[in-house]
């Protein structure tokens, strides 16, 4: 059986986590060896670059530090995690992959396309997703269900301000326009059964065909 490599994307408090693990156990129940795993993060090399990246001061880094950031994280991610797995026939389930350094770095953090096109051709390569989910809530909604869950230990991109976080929803939505076949937009309103409904719906073939 092939690999599968599914990402998960989204604005800060979309339920994109909550919903990769209710897929991991579907996939899991029907024999499926699965793999989750997140992203900036997933090796120990790329989880100590995580801390540096999600808390701290919003002004910390510039966008196109941050980028870099990620990019060396990703790295050891596809290295040690992602493609050793794919190549053993596993189902990858990632928390947040290239996508979401377009969005946040690129469309909401100013930082110039080139260089990220640029890193996405050396890093990522040929290991693209074969499935993305796209999971869109109004920023407001999301950044309230955040500070509801008290957490805070990971807040910095949070604090960034409701007008980052709508450039952000909007960047995530020219990233489904430019690749439809990829791509779904997944309504993150309403229960979490509910979602998880609409994600089966979305899925198709590729996981349960």
């Keep these: 059986m092939a690999g599968i490599f599914v990402t998960f994307e989204g604005g800060e408090g979309t339920g994109k986590s909550t919903q990769l693990k209710i897929l991991a156990d579907s996939l899991s129940a029907q024999g499926r060896h699965v793999v989750q795993t997140r992203e900036p993060g997933g090796t120990p090399e790329a ?3 995580r801390a540096l990246l999600v808390i701290g001061d919003t002004d910390r880094w510039t966008a196109e530090a941050e980028a870099l950031l990620n990019y060396a994280a990703r790295n050891s991610h596809l290295q040690k995690i992602v493609r050793p797995a794919l190549k053993s026939g596993h189902a990858v389930l990632c928390d947040r992959f290239m996508d979401s350094t377009r969005a946040y770095q690129g469309y909401a953090g100013g930082c110039d396309m080139d260089l990220l096109d640029a890193l996405e051709t050396s890093i990522v390569g040929d290991t ?3 499935l993305t989910f796209i999971f869109d809530l109004d920023p407001k909604e999301g950044l309230a269900r955040t500070k509801a869950r008290g957490d805070g230990s990971e807040d910095r991109y949070e604090r960034k ?9 909007r960047g995530f939505h020219k990233i489904a326009e430019g690749e439809p076949g990829r791509c779904r937009i997944i309504d993150a309103t309403g229960s979490v059964e509910k979602v998880a409904e609409r994600v089966r719906e979305a899925m ?3 996981l349960y065909g």
């Design 204 to 206: 198709g073939p590729l």
């Design 47 to 49: 989880e100590a670059l």
């Design 161 to 169: 301000g409701i007008e980052f976080h709508q450039a952000l929803r």
């Design 128 to 130: 693209r997703p074969n």
